[in-house]
């Protein structure tokens, strides 16, 4: 057996090491992850070579008998793109008042300095 940690959620899978990888049946892989993937040996599928067709970071600890599966670059890009940071007004160096909202759809380069 072997814990999955997908989405922060572990799932234990059953699971065999062969030639130093991971490898898990296609039902476990169904039910792990809601993936149903092909398989073209005896059944089973290479969890690393299933991470890099979903475009997913994986991380394996053989000795703990744990895997991870992080988030995709293309889910962390929308995620990231879909943050709006929160309206503020500040003062400049010379007392002009600036919304963060003004700016919309434009980059903007936010310098802060504070003291104690």
Do not use: N
């Not at 599928?45 to 970071?57: G, I, S, T, Y």
């Not at 895997?67 to 293309?74: C, E, F, N, P, Q």
């Amino acid at each position: 057996m072997f814990t999955l940690i997908d989405a922060g959620r572990p799932v234990e899978v059953p699971a065999r090491i062969r030639d130093g990888r991971v490898r898990l049946t296609a039902q476990a892989v169904e039910e792990a992850l809601g993936v149903k993937p092909e398989t073209a040996d005896a059944g089973e599928v290479d969890l690393a070579e299933l991470a890099e067709a979903l475009d997913r970071p994986l991380a394996v600890d053989l000795d703990e008998r744990a895997v991870y599966l992080g988030v995709s670059a293309r889910q962390r890009a929308s995620a990231l793109a879909s943050l709006e940071a929160p309206d503020f007004t500040l003062p400049d160096v010379e007392g002009r008042l600036h919304s963060l909202s003004a700016h919309r759809g434009t980059k903007v380069l936010l310098v802060v300095y504070a003291s104690w």
